[in-house]
């Protein structure tokens, strides 16, 4: 199927004779704006949500419709060049949002300080770049056997260019709902932001809650059913079984059983969902050692290409950045974080070890990274459990130094930021090189792209956390579900914290059970398996969170199983999915500044009748999605 739309495509790629456009002043200006928006997007959805979405087809439909469809001109080329740099820009804010946010909610910073967080996202992205580009060869172009779904996708979609201004409309529609929903609940509060109850019976406290997010319904859409589902039982799991199982604490005294449950989930039972994430990540490097082995492979092969390259012509379709220029920025990069770790611990000794294990943390998730997105999708790349592994790691190897508090804890998360950067811009920029491959695009000019995207990116994400954080409250009002994680970790490695160690042991398990499910049901030839990573995702996440999720999974598994015979790029209802993501992200952003500067919106409703109308928003929302017009 792939070779065969690679084969269909040919005659639509630029050749030596007819030149076309590609990386060209208009198309980066767009993409550096539309990077900082998808960035700024991004960070909220995933401080709130715990997830983000790619912004690859979106920013693709409105390049497409800006260039031709106001500017008259444009080329397809021109458009992968500005959907490439936005999607750069929204996987370097899920790097940053699961990792520095930590340092805050641990109390080692009391604000996010703009250059360290910069760095921190500027050289992860850089990583995930360079150490990308040796293995663009053996696993985009000669691996067979890697689809990268969101990659083949967005190159439909910009073949598709015809349809640029219908499909912007749809984006438009999404992005209203969204930001309406969320002003109605956060802005002027007519609606509830979750509805939720909880009941006791004897010693058991029962519950269930939806959160009013057209934006998680999106996201459900987006990831489909059977993710949105694993990821349902995950949470199922933790809140309609674990917790009843567990009953009320001996002793504990609370307002409300809604109080109780939240108790259990917070301080007890979300634990198991990280020991299960843990397995998840071990287990994600075990399953892709043959990518990683295609990594150190491709690093020997960049050079031996690069010989043969020296004084021969080399097509614009097969012509990455030099291994020289590679090694140049590696170089800048590695003395650059060496600086930054010193500037925040105060101890070179300790900042060059850092350095050196982030170096070597990176190349390897970058290869696991790459390796994974192009078998599952970059929505199902498990860069949380990654993450968790290197910090582990990492948190290991400063003990046995005998390296213990907030330098420690610097040193640390500093690592994991650059990590979870370096395997989230991995993962992204595999899909871009693939959309790439497929329209004919020059891999150095969208490397170069990339390079901007991740620059534009890095310097808007400390004031969008600033801004969020006094607005809402980073860890409290918006979760920050893996910030919230990682410092609870580091405070039970370097502090004075703890952690239910008998709860992550019991996830261990729990991990350990659902691979052997999952191995179990494939053997026997089932499609429909249990992945360990959005199931332990879920014991971690809020069910108010996951319920509407679910909703937004189930319209996509009815739409699908109706018009089986849709491509998924020309899915109308991804367009609009994604915009009500945006808007209710963007309009999340614009409500912090109002929030900070003491403006009360609000108006009196009756709480019957806000939980009414609220509900009925989740309804027509989902009842548009499901129509998709």
């Given amino acids: 199927m792939l070779k065969l739309q690679e084969l269909t495509m040919k005659d639509q790629k630029p050749t030596t004779s007819t030149p076309v456009k590609e990386l060209t002043i208009r198309a980066i200006v767009l993409g550096v704006i539309l990077a900082a928006a998808m960035t700024a997007a991004n960070t909220y959805l995933g401080l709130y949500a715990g997830m983000t979405v790619s912004a690859s087809i979106p920013a693709a439909v409105i390049s497409m419709a800006i260039m031709r469809g106001m500017l008259r001109t444009g080329s397809v080329l021109e458009n992968n060049i500005v959907q490439t740099m936005a999607s750069a820009g929204e996987s370097l804010a899920a790097g940053i949002i ?44 000669e691996d067979e056997t890697l689809t990268y779904p969101e990659g083949v996708a967005c190159a439909e979609v910009l073949q598709a260019g015809e349809r640029g201004g219908s499909s912007l409309h749809l984006i438009l529609k999404g992005l209203g709902i969204g930001g309406l929903v969320k002003f109605l609940t956060t802005g002027v509060k007519m609606l509830k932001g979750t509805v939720e109850g909880a009941a006791a019976a004897g010693n058991r406290i029962f519950f269930f809650g939806i959160d009013i997010s057209p934006a998680m319904i999106g996201v459900g859409y987006i990831i489909g059913f059977k993710i949105s589902l694993m990821v349902f039982l ?5 809140w309609m079984v674990t917790i009843p199982f567990m009953g009320i604490p001996e002793g504990f005294t609370a307002s409300s059983p809604l109080d109780t449950a939240w108790h259990l989930w917070k301080n007890h039972v979300r634990y198991i969902g990280v020991g299960a994430m843990v397995v998840g990540g071990l287990w994600s490097i075990v399953s892709v050692r043959s990518g990683i082995a295609s990594g150190l492979k491709g690093l020997v092969r960049a050079a031996d290409h690069h010989k043969k390259d020296m004084g021969e012509e080399v097509k614009a379709t097969d012509r990455d950045l030099s291994i020289y220029s590679m090694g140049l920025v590696f170089f800048a990069t590695l003395v650059c974080m060496t600086g930054l770790y010193e500037y925040l611990t105060g101890n070179w000794g300790l900042s060059l070890v850092t350095a050196a294990a982030m170096a070597v943390a990176a190349f390897f998730f970058v290869a696991v990274s790459s390796y994974i997105v192009g078998m599952v999708g970059s929505t199902n790349n498990p860069v949380s459990g990654m993450t968790i592994s290197a910090l582990l790691g990492v948190s290991a190897l400063f003990l046995i130094l005998g390296w213990k508090g907030d330098s420690a804890i610097l040193a640390t998360l500093g690592v994991a930021g650059v990590v979870c950067c370096a395997a989230s811009s991995a993962g992204d920029v595999s899909q871009d090189l693939k959309t790439g491959h497929i329209v004919g695009a020059t891999p150095r000019n969208q490397q170069i792209a990339q390079i901007i995207g991740v620059g ?3 310097g808007i994400v400390a004031p969008v956390l600033t801004l969020l954080h006094g607005a809402y409250g980073i860890g409290t009002g918006l979760k920050a579900p893996q910030a919230t994680l990682f410092a609870s970790l580091t405070d039970a490695v370097f502090g004075s914290g703890s952690i239910p160690r008998s709860m992550v042991l019991a996830g261990i398990v729990t991990g350990c059970l659902i691979i052997i499910i999952d191995l179990v049901l494939k053997r026997r030839g089932f499609t429909f398996g249990m992945p360990v990573m959005p199931v332990a995702v879920g014991i971690y996440l809020p069910l108010t969170l996951i319920v509407p999720m679910l909703l937004g999974g189930v319209i996509r598994w009815y739409i699908d199983r109706k018009e089986s015979s849709t491509p998924e790029g020309e899915d109308r209802g991804t367009l609009i999915a994604s915009g009500m993501i945006a808007g209710e992200a963007l309009m999340g952003i614009m409500l912090a500044v109002v929030i900070i500067m003491k403006i ?30």
């Fill in 98 to 141: 699961f990792t520095v946010p930590a340092l805050v909610i641990i109390g080692v910073w009391q604000d996010f300080r703009f250059w360290p967080t910069t760095l921190i996202a500027f050289t992860g992205g850089l990583l995930g770049i360079i150490f990308m580009i040796p293995l663009r060869r053996v696993l985009i172009v």
């Fill in 600 to 629: 009360d919106l609000s108006v009196s409703v009756s709480a019957v009748l806000s939980v009414v109308l609220s509900l009925g928003v989740v309804l027509l929302t989902g009842l548009y999605l499901l129509k998709r017009d």
């Fill in 234 to 238: 995950g949470s199922a799991l933790a």
């Fill in 456 to 458: 534009a990116a890095a």
